[in-house]
Nanobody, 114 residues
Framework: QVQLVESGGGLVQPGGSLRLSCAASGFSFSTHWMSWVRQAPGEGLEWISQINPTNNTIYADSVKGRFTISRDNAKNTLYLQMNDLESQDTAVYYC????????RGQGTQVTVSS
C-alpha cells in the first residue's frame, strides 16, 4: 500500500523553526520526485518545494532562503526544515509524490502565532 505520513507540525512563534517529516512506504522512494505543498485556511494548494532523486531542489519565492527540503533514502523519509517562520506560513503541510502518479499524505498543521 502506497502511503505518505507527515509529522512534526505544531504551534510556533514568529521567527521560530520547525522540521516536518514525511515517512514514505509502499513504493521505491529513492527513485521518485517529491514535493511539499501547503494549504492555508480558505486558500488553495500552494506548491513550495521539490527535490528530485539526485537531490536537486527548487523552491517557491515565498519560502526561498527560509525553508530547506531534503531526503534520507535509507529511511524513506522526506524532510522540510522551516526557519524564520511567519504568520503567513500557517497552513496544513502535505508531502507529495510527484512521479508515477500523484499522491499526498494526510497533512500536518503548522500554526505560526504569538
Amino acid at each position: 500500500q502506497v502511503q505518505l505520513v507527515e509529522s512534526g507540525g505544531g504551534l510556533v512563534q514568529p521567527g521560530g523553526s520547525l522540521r516536518l517529516s514525511c515517512a514514505a512506504s509502499g513504493f521505491s522512494f529513492s527513485t521518485h520526485w517529491m514535493s511539499w505543498v501547503r494549504q492555508a485556511p480558505g486558500e488553495g494548494l500552494e506548491w513550495i518545494s521539490q527535490i528530485n532523486p539526485t537531490n536537486n531542489t527548487i523552491y517557491a519565492d515565498s519560502v526561498k532562503g527560509r525553508f530547506t527540503i531534503s531526503r534520507d533514502n535509507a529511511k524513506n523519509t522526506l524532510y522540510l526544515q522551516m526557519n524564520d517562520l511567519e504568520s503567513q506560513d500557517t497552513a496544513v503541510y502535505y508531502c507529495q509524490k510527484d512521479t508515477g502518479g500523484t499522491l499526498r499524505g494526510q497533512g500536518t498543521q503548522v500554526t505560526v502565532s504569538s
